[in-house]
């Protein structure tokens, strides 16, 4: 039995992050426990000065972005007043690329987080890669 696509709708914002929360429990624990004090925060889009700082061309160009002092440089300098690191999903054009690709929107949700905290943790691509499959 096929879905009924007419009473199917996009995730809003608050599903959006609770898909993000289960793809997160989904990484592996080391991984995970090595990401304290990292805060996930879901926004439709990035705001005006995220877009010019990144030279984006439209706000559909950013499916998420880190924030912080990523591990690699802490301790480098202490800054007084330091927001906490954070990892910014942008549902839209999360929404959008899911949309065009051949992908699950889990799929897609976990390797832009993997990818924004990698990072965090200064990983290759080849780590990332690793850690989106052991999340499965």
């Known amino acids: ?12 914002l608050a599903e959006f992050e609770d898909i993000a929360h289960e793809a997160y429990q989904r990484l592996p624990k080391r991984f995970r426990d090595l990401c304290d004090g990292v805060i996930i925060r879901v926004d439709d889009f990035p705001d005006e000065e995220t877009l010019t700082l990144m030279e984006a061309e439209t706000p559909f160009d950013l ?5 912080g002092v990523g591990l690699a440089h802490a301790g480098a300098s202490f800054e007084t007043g330091q927001f906490p690191n954070m990892v910014f999903l942008y ?18 949700i976990t390797h832009v987080l993997v990818h924004e905290i990698g990072h965090h943790f200064g990983l290759s691509d080849d780590d990332m890669e690793a850690i989106e499959q052991e999340a499965g």
Do not use: C, N, Q
């Open 91 to 108: 549902r839209r054009p999360i929404l959008d690329y899911w949309a065009e690709h051949d992908e699950t929107l889990g799929h897609v």
């Open 1 to 12: 039995m096929s879905a009924d696509w007419r009473m199917l709708k996009s995730p809003s």
């Open 63 to 67: 499916l998420g972005l880190f924030t």
